[in-house]
């Protein structure tokens, strides 16, 4: 079983999020990033597992700089088996999804995991677009995934409810939360993680169809009105008239 | 031509695809062309009514493959038929099923893809906007690619049924087969999805025992709201995973989020805060949650939450 991670690094939600001032560029002095959490709790930890079972490989790819290799090696500690870098400063989940499906193109994987969006640009886009590059079925927000032989019984998210279904190995899914619980890394793995293969890959020339005009900041709330508690009438009254809510 | 793919989830045309017939009509309006409709499968009974959104056209590939979901089938018919059609525009909703799609289109038709868009685009450059850092920014993105791929974020806009039905053309396509077999399809029935409900009516840790939730579940049925929860609440089994927004559950809009005995964390504001107006009950004035919110009561949930529910029956009974 070979199996493909893809992890990507996000700013920790606590983060300030602000912008430089023409609002092109994304302020990362003083951010804490950390590994997408859809890709480390889930399709990383239920890659570890199912490798765990039935033998084989799991590898984490990440498209970005050099300063990703901290999550990366978080991805070894966790237990990928080996780790590589296309080195890019991603500009748009286009581009990265032509680099996974080149780098995987070749490399016979039995599964592509990735998480379920990215928490920071909430695209939703990577899966659909590698799945796509490389004609393989593709099974997005799965909270379950079993193996039996080559074929996956996977449970699939979907608007109030999960649908389920059967695919045969290749294919690439996105991991919700349910598919795996999210390890600690123990000492063992952050020793063992230094010394596996981090390989470095040069990105394949893409051109991109979107551009990234401007970043800008919601308009702050105009400040929380505070009903009398004795007094839901009033609140009713706000809802309806002021609010246009009810 | 814009193209609008009006899904229909277990044979019914729902909100999300009148919301995305509304946008693609004021999308051609914007280019002075048509909105078009095209709808997959043998069940969906209520097609016409997408003229009523403005769709001048309603097509339907109505070949039983397509009854069950599979993104790369979906994919390869969508695409022919944009061509076939000759689309400029090709707007999907941003559900399970449309983000499962929107990604292969683009490198399909070899097109710009924007999805949970928010925004109409800006005439020329066909600037849109979405949210992104989970609701702390806002970003413009330009599509430059000679047809553009939109998905339309839930509750974006309101859906505008002032035109009259249309008739329902078949048009033929050939369908690959599919690699996907679904098994089974489990909802709950009778509730209207999270991700589609209109008003939110949430409950945290302040709730104190799982059986304490009777008083959420009243002020949720005399709103006609469905109900959410933050995610201790969830993991500790109180109310079922689906519950569950935030960062880590589901991401809502709803016109009206009820946040009772919830504190606010980042981590459960990372869900809720695009929502258009949000209540928060809470016993402590320091909260972070009222940071966030329009109206604040600052009571015991216990006290507050039964006098709410009344105060709306009697609205109703008004009204
Ligand atoms: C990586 C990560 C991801 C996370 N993802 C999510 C997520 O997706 N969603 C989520 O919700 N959380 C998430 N969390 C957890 C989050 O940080 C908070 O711990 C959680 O939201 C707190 O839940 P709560 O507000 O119900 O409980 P508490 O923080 O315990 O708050 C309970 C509130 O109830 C009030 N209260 C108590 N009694 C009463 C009463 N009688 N009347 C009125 N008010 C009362 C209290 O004043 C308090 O404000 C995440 C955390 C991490 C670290
Ligand atoms: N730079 C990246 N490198 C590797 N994988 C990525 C990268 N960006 C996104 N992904 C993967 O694609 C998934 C969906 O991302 P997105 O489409 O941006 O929401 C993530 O959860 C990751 O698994």
């Given at each position: 079983m070979k199996i493909l991670v893809c992890i990507s690094q996000t700013p920790d939600t606590t983060s300030k999020i602000s912008f430089s001032a023409d609002g092109?560029?994304?302020?990362?002095?003083?951010v804490q990033f950390i590994m997408n959490p859809y890709d480390e709790w889930y399709a990383l930890v239920r890659a570890c597992e199912l490798r765990e079972s039935l033998g084989g490989s799991v590898t984490a790819l990440n498209v970005g700089p050099a300063a990703n290799e901290t999550t990366i090696r978080k991805a070894l500690a966790i237990g990928a088996d080996e780790a590589v870098r296309i080195d890019a400063v991603p500009p748009s989940s286009a581009f990265v999804a032509k680099q996974i499906a080149s780098f995987a193109k070749?490399?016979?994987?039995?599964m592509i995991l990735l998480g379920k969006?990215?928490?920071?640009?909430?695209?939703?886009?990577v899966g659909a677009m590698v799945s796509e590059h490389l004609d393989l079925p593709y099974v997005s927000y799965a909270s379950k995934l079993d193996l039996n032989g080559n074929t996956a019984t996977i449970e699939r998210e979907i608007e109030g409810g999960v649908e389920i279904l059967e695919v045969d190995l290749p294919f690439v899914a996105s991991a919700a939360k349910g598919m795996a619980e999210q390890r600690i890394p123990n000492m063992r793995g952050i020793m063992s993680a230094r010394t596996k293969p981090l390989n470095v890959v040069a990105p394949v020339p893409f051109e991109d169809?979107?551009?990234?005009l401007k970043f800008t900041l919601p308009p702050a709330k105009a400040g929380v009105k505070l009903v009398n508690p004795e007094d839901m009438d009033e609140l009713v009254r706000l809802l309806h008239e002021e609010a246009k809510a009810i | 031509m814009v193209l609008v793919f009006a899904e229909s989830p277990r044979g019914q045309i729902k909100k999300t695809a009148f919301e995305a017939v509304t946008y693609g009509k004021k999308v051609a309006d914007q280019l002075g062309t048509s909105c078009v409709a095209v709808v997959l499968g043998?069940?969906?009974?209520?097609?016409?009514?997408?003229g009523k959104y403005g769709a001048s056209k309603v097509l339907q590939v109505?070949?039983?493959?397509?009854n069950d979901f599979d993104s790369q089938t979906y994919t390869a018919v969508l695409a022919d038929v944009a061509k076939q059609q000759g689309a400029k525009v090709v707007v999907l909703c941003h559900t399970s099923t449309g983000k499962a799609i929107a990604g292969r289109l683009s490198v399909r038709l070899g097109a710009g893809l924007v999805s949970g868009v928010n925004s109409l685009p800006e005439t020329g450059t066909f600037s849109v906007r979405k949210s992104v850092f989970s609701g702390k920014a806002i970003v413009d993105y330009s599509i430059k690619s000679d047809v553009k791929i939109v998905s339309l974020m839930g509750n974006a806009v309101r859906p505008d049924a002032s035109g009259s039905p249309v008739s329902i053309e078949n048009i033929s396509v050939s369908v690959p087969a599919g690699r996907i077999r679904v098994k089974s399809v489990k909802t709950q029935e009778g509730t209207v999805p999270l991700p589609e409900a209109e008003i939110v009516v949430s409950a945290g840790r302040?709730?104190?025992?799982?059986?304490?939730w009777g008083i959420v579940e009243d002020l949720a049925n005399t709103l006609g709201a469905t109900t959410a929860c933050s995610r201790p609440v969830a993991d500790s089994g109180w109310?079922?995973?689906?519950e569950h927004v935030g960062q880590t559950g589901i991401a809502i809009r709803p016109n009206l989020y009820i946040a009772i005995?919830?504190?606010?964390a980042i981590q459960h504001l990372a869900g809720?805060?695009?929502?258009k107006v949000i209540v928060v009950i809470n016993?402590?004035?320091?909260?972070?949650?009222f940071k966030a919110a329009d109206y604040g009561v600052v009571g015991d949930l216990f006290e507050v939450v039964p006098r709410l529910t009344e105060a709306i029956k009697k609205f109703k009974a008004a009204h």
């Open positions: 092109r560029t994304f302020n990362e002095a003083g070749d490399h016979g994987f039995d969006e990215t928490i920071d640009y909430n695209g939703s886009e169809q979107v551009e990234t | 043998t069940n969906a009974a209520n097609a016409g009514e997408l109505a070949d039983a493959a397509l302040g709730m104190k025992e799982p059986t304490n109310r079922p995973h689906h005995g919830i504190s606010g809720v805060n695009n929502s016993k402590d004035a320091e909260a972070p949650f």
